[in-house]
């Protein structure tokens, strides 16, 4: 996003009216539109097979159950979060629902309908994972939005490379350790300067890893995983990217400075091209088997270790499918204490999961004539069984978001066998029930944020600024908006999304 588009976003947040537009609870399931007459729903989101796919497929389905058409309008993701709020602001948004960035809720609230009581009280929401329903579903203590994908990011690496014995051997020899999926920072860092520019039987050059370094194209939640370690004290929660109690930003602190610092070095060890990656690239490529490992959303799984192919068998299985492990997101034995302004050494390596992006929600807005029939078609979307099958398509854009989806190894057997899914499975477990978990950064002016810590990362990456400098200079932007914002409210919302108590002047 551009410095442009920052600018629209403040503006419109600093416009927005200080009372909310709440609208009135609805339905919400397929027998309240059933045998309803008037015009189709009209649904807006990104224009990929990802989460669009899905709901254009849901969309058919709700037709053939209700006799109500489901169109789908599907605009480029740079345009989205702009489209939207353009026709929040002029009165003019031709939606009925919305399926959009959990980050964005906090921009988009006062525009929206409440998720009806029937859902929230019944499976639909009660299946929800907790990390994935109360930290992405509520919004000022009102349930705004119903999730539809979970996201955190987790390794995968080649089982083939990591047990081949030749290989084994030349890795205990050069790091007197033998070779198995990192826990920490510095062994993954090892592993990939290892395995970089070796090469493989059919002579191509392989990568250490693959992560997304491409502006707009995931860098951001890069370095916030690798950050996550680090800047999470056990004593301090919900400090990552403020002081939850004073909002001065921490994006500056020497924890981010080291991972931005690791992420740059890790560059080193990806493709020629690591600066143009995206976390379509990162994956695409790590099932075409060019890397070593990679760090990337639940994706990967599916799709590089999908015996048959994926879901409908559309594809071949990926060069790699039934090689294919899985490891938590690496971890640290020291974290930067910021009360103390000093690292700490802890006991034990201890890994941060982090919600990067958190996931995709859909909310319905409040100035719809077809509240109703909305959520009908949005419970539907994201019941139980129906995203039971999105989870197992690599090109839904849908990860694992639902307790089911978790507890039920039988659908994940059949797709990546017994030996895989166990190995997805349980990173996927470990991660949401680590001891402690980031969550993603989350409050009004969301978009404005990230845009001035991208704008720092384009100096740091092209090499005109340090780390250091780049991160300082981001944070000072944070800290303007911050104030722009209104400070007070600022910390309300982002203790709220930290999951902290409010705090008492």
């Keep these: 996003m551009t410095r442009l588009h920052g600018l629209f976003v403040?503006?419109?947040?600093?416009?927005?009216?200080?009372?909310?537009?709440?609208?009135?609870?609805?339905?919400?399931?397929?027998?309240?539109?059933?045998?309803?007459?008037?015009?189709?729903?009209?649904?807006?989101?990104?224009?990929?097979?990802?989460?669009?796919?899905?709901?254009?497929?849901?969309?058919?389905?709700?037709?053939?159950?209700?006799?109500?058409?489901?169109?789908?309008?599907?605009?480029?993701?740079?345009?989205?979060?702009?489209?939207?709020?353009?026709g929040f602001v002029t009165g003019d948004l031709p939606f009925d629902a919305l399926m959009i960035p959990s980050a964005w809720l906090p921009d988009f609230a006062p525009y929206l309908s409440p998720v009806p009581d029937r859902i929230i009280a019944g499976p639909i929401a009660g299946d929800i994972h907790p990390l994935y329903r109360d930290a992405l579903m509520r919004w000022d203590n009102r349930w705004m939005a119903l999730t539809i994908d979970g996201d955190l990011h987790m390794g995968a690496y080649r089982r083939d490379l990591f047990e081949d014995s030749p290989t084994r051997a030349a890795f205990a020899e050069e790091y007197g350790r033998p070779l198995q999926p990192p826990q920490t920072w510095s062994q993954y860092r090892d592993i990939a300067a290892f395995f970089s520019g070796r090469r493989q039987a059919d002579g191509s050059a392989l990568a250490g890893t693959l992560e997304a370094y491409?502006?707009?194209?995931?860098?951001?939640?890069?370095?916030?995983?690798?950050?996550?370690?680090?800047?999470?004290?056990?004593?301090?929660?919900?400090?990552?990217?403020?002081?939850?109690?004073?909002?001065v930003p921490a994006?500056?602190?020497?924890?981010?400075?080291?991972?931005?610092?690791?992420?740059?070095?890790?560059?080193?060890?990806?493709?020629?091209?690591?600066?143009?990656?995206?976390?379509?690239?990162?994956?695409?490529?790590?099932?075409?088997?060019?890397?070593?490992?990679?760090?990337?959303?639940?994706?990967?799984?599916?799709?590089?270790?999908?015996?048959?192919?994926?879901?409908?068998?559309?594809?071949?299985?990926?060069?790699?499918?039934?090689?294919?492990?899985?490891?938590?997101?690496?971890?640290?034995?020291?974290?930067?204490?910021?009360?103390?302004?000093?690292?700490?050494?802890?006991?034990?390596?201890?890994?941060?999961?982090?919600?990067?992006f958190g996931g995709w929600i859909a909310v319905v807005p409040a100035a719809s004539a077809e509240r109703e029939r909305a959520w009908a078609y949005v419970a539907r979307y994201a019941s139980p069984e129906h995203s039971a099958r999105d989870m197992l398509d690599g090109s839904s854009g849908i990860n694992p978001y639902r307790l089911s989806h978790l507890e039920d190894p039988a659908p994940w057997r059949g797709l990546l066998g017994e030996r895989q899914a166990e190995d997805y499975l349980?990173?996927?477990?470990?991660?949401?029930?680590?001891?402690?978990?980031?969550?993603?950064?989350?409050?009004?002016?969301?978009?404005?944020?990230?845009?001035?810590?991208?704008?720092?990362?384009?100096?740091?990456?092209?090499?005109?600024?340090?780390?250091?400098?780049?991160?300082?200079?981001?944070?000072?932007?944070?800290?303007?908006?911050?104030?722009?914002?209104?400070?007070?409210?600022?910390?309300?919302?982002?203790?709220?999304?930290?999951?902290?108590?409010?705090?008492?002047?």
Excluded at 50 to 67: L, V
Excluded at 482 to 490: A, I, K
């Design 10 to 86: 403040i503006f419109v947040i600093i416009a927005l009216p200080s009372v909310a537009l709440w609208a009135t609870d609805a339905d919400g399931d397929d027998r309240s539109a059933r045998n309803r007459s008037g015009a189709s729903l009209q649904v807006i989101t990104r224009d990929t097979t990802a989460i669009g796919g899905p709901a254009e497929r849901h969309g058919r389905a709700f037709e053939s159950a209700t006799g109500i058409a489901v169109e789908v309008t599907r605009v480029p993701f740079a345009d989205l979060y702009e489209r939207i709020m353009l």
């Design 214 to 247: 491409a502006r707009d194209g995931q860098r951001i939640w890069t370095l916030f995983s690798h950050a996550a370690a680090y800047t999470n004290h056990p004593d301090h929660p919900g400090a990552m990217f403020f002081d939850p109690d004073t909002m």
């Design 426 to 505: 349980h990173v996927l477990r470990a991660s949401l029930s680590a001891p402690q978990i980031a969550r993603d950064l989350r409050l009004p002016g969301y978009r404005a944020y990230i845009a001035a810590l991208e704008d720092q990362l384009d100096r740091v990456m092209t090499g005109s600024a340090t780390p250091e400098e780049g991160l300082r200079a981001a944070a000072a932007d944070w800290e303007a908006l911050t104030d722009r914002l209104g400070r007070n409210s600022q910390r309300r919302h982002y203790r709220e999304a930290m999951g902290l108590a409010e705090k008492c002047e």
């Design 251 to 356: 994006i500056d602190n020497p924890g981010w400075v080291r991972a931005l610092n690791e992420m740059l070095e890790l560059r080193r060890f990806g493709p020629a091209d690591a600066d143009r990656l995206d976390s379509e690239a990162v994956r695409t490529r790590f099932a075409a088997g060019q890397a070593a490992m990679n760090i990337d959303w639940a994706d990967t799984g599916v799709l590089a270790g999908a015996l048959g192919g994926g879901q409908d068998g559309a594809a071949g299985p990926s060069a790699i499918a039934g090689d294919v492990g899985f490891f938590v997101l690496p971890g640290s034995r020291e974290v930067w204490n910021p009360a103390g302004g000093a690292w700490e050494t802890l006991p034990a390596v201890r890994s941060v999961s982090f919600l990067a």
